[in-house]
């Protein structure tokens, strides 16, 4: 049974950082894709970032602030963010690559349970 566990989550000021980890059991990371999704209160789940076997993609309202990372000793995935303003606001998960389109939900076969990212003006 595969376990995707998010932590790291909290209040946060404008232009603070954070680091996310997506412990991952049932499933060897280094053999997997694994992507970063947020979802703010009445928004559609965002696609963030996927890894790659030539280096991450990043959506463009990411992209230069956030970064991906795995520790394949750990089976966890983290998801480095920086420069956070209010609009990063949301629910972070961490999911598992079926197939289709890597920047699209539904491509993805297993889900963490989320953790809230806040960031305060």
């Known amino acids: 049974q595969v376990q995707m566990t998010e932590t790291g989550g909290g209040l946060v000021q404008v232009g603070d950082s954070l680091r996310l980890a997506c412990a991952v059991s049932?499933?060897?990371?280094?053999?997997?894709?694994m992507a970063w999704f947020r979802q703010a209160p009445g928004k559609e789940r965002e696609f963030l970032a996927v890894?790659?076997?030539?280096?991450?993609t990043y959506s463009d309202s990411v992209k230069g602030r956030f970064m991906v990372s795995e520790d394949f000793d750990k089976n966890t995935a983290y998801l480095q963010m920086s420069s956070l303003q209010p609009e990063d606001t949301a629910v972070y998960y961490c999911?598992?690559?079926?197939?289709?389109?890597?920047?699209?939900?539904?491509?993805?076969?297993?889900w963490g349970q989320g953790t809230q990212v806040t960031v305060s003006s």
């Open positions: 999911a598992f690559y079926k197939s289709g389109d890597p920047q699209a939900k539904q491509s993805y076969a297993y």
């Open positions: 049932g499933r060897t990371l280094s053999r997997n894709r």
């Open positions: 890894t790659n076997w030539n280096g991450p």
